[in-house]
């Protein structure tokens, strides 16, 4: 039954906001530039979740220019829905390795958060995704943004027309946010990669499942008024086994065996949908984000670590969004 009222939430959300998808433009609504000179992005072959993947975090994160010494850092994974075997969340292998290796660079703390979308029961999705003995065993707190105390924040953007996010108090006392994507394909943004992700920090028990008032103003405009707000410092992205085709939920896993790390949200999906065989150019909010949160095009970003090889088969993409392939 709960498989059945997803559907048809998506159905008919899909329905509400169909036309939005395909948007060909979105008018300047920021109010400041954030975006660097230049960005750094890395990406570094993981074959599977069964290595040691700490040493090469550490590793990767040593090419990059961070202090996060006596820092409070949030892992904030991609955890949708309860689904064993499919490749919809953030392995918690990975996000154990970043726990891990932030404190090796010095974290005072290390708190793994995120508000799943879908499912209401988060503590569901914990125990079937493998997160709760992962987290326990490591003894790393979790907490759930859905039900986090929360504190009304004015949005630093005016895409969607909303003047202020309520916001948990976890991911605003962060001194380090860290956004930890699955790959994946999205049926109504075309891709969900780091800035997508944030949709996770804005509460279900206030802004309802899945988020829908933010799918009501627009899925691409929220995602810019979200990351406008709340700055991704870091991202590192779960690209060893992606999703292809109709993702987030009902799509169909694809190795990639790829992590992607980037000081730079934007540069770091740009990144990732070239690696899937995409040109970020004509997703929408990465579009729109270059012009203010970060670099899109390769001549702004440095390559480093491996070079970006695109596949010789791209991403299989539902029609609507068929126009994005290279």
Known sequence: MRTRRRDFLVGAAGLGIGGAIRASSLLPKYRFERRPKRSRVAIVSVNDYSEKIVETLVAALGLFSLDVRN??????????????GQAINTHPSLVLAAAEAFLLLGARSIVVADGPGHE????????????????????????????????????????????????????????????????????????????????????????????????????????????????????????????????????????????????????????????????????????EGSKFLGNCTTTRVEQIAETLVPPRTPFELVPEWGHLVA
């Not at 790829?258 to 990144?271: G, Q, Y």
């Open 71 to 84: 820092k409070s850092v949030v892992l904030k994974p991609n955890l949708v829905d309860c689904a064993p």
């Open 120 to 287: 209401r029961d988060t503590q569901r999705v914990l125990s079937e995704s493998g997160y709760e003995g992962s987290l326990a065993a490591q003894g790393l707190r979790f907490v759930d943004l859905n039900r986090d105390h929360l504190l009304p924040v004015r949005v630093k953007a005016a895409y969607t027309g909303i003047e202020y996010l309520w916001l948990p108090r976890t991911v605003l006392a962060a001194e380090f946010l860290v956004s930890m994507p699955k790959l994946k394909t999205h049926h109504w943004s075309g891709v969900t990669l780091s800035m997508k992700n944030l949709f996770g920090i804005v509460p279900g028990i206030r802004y309802g499942w899945p988020k829908n008032i933010l799918h009501w103003k627009g899925i691409s405009e929220s995602i810019l008024d979200i990351c406008a707000t709340v700055p991704i410092h870091f991202v590192i992205v779960d690209g060893i086994v992606g999703m292809e085709g109709n993702g987030p939920l009902q799509g169909t896993p694809r190795m990639l065996g790829k992590v992607i790390l980037s000081d730079d949200p934007v540069a770091a999906d740009a990144t990732c949908a070239r690696l899937m065989g995409l040109e970020p150019g004509r997703v929408p909010h990465l579009r």
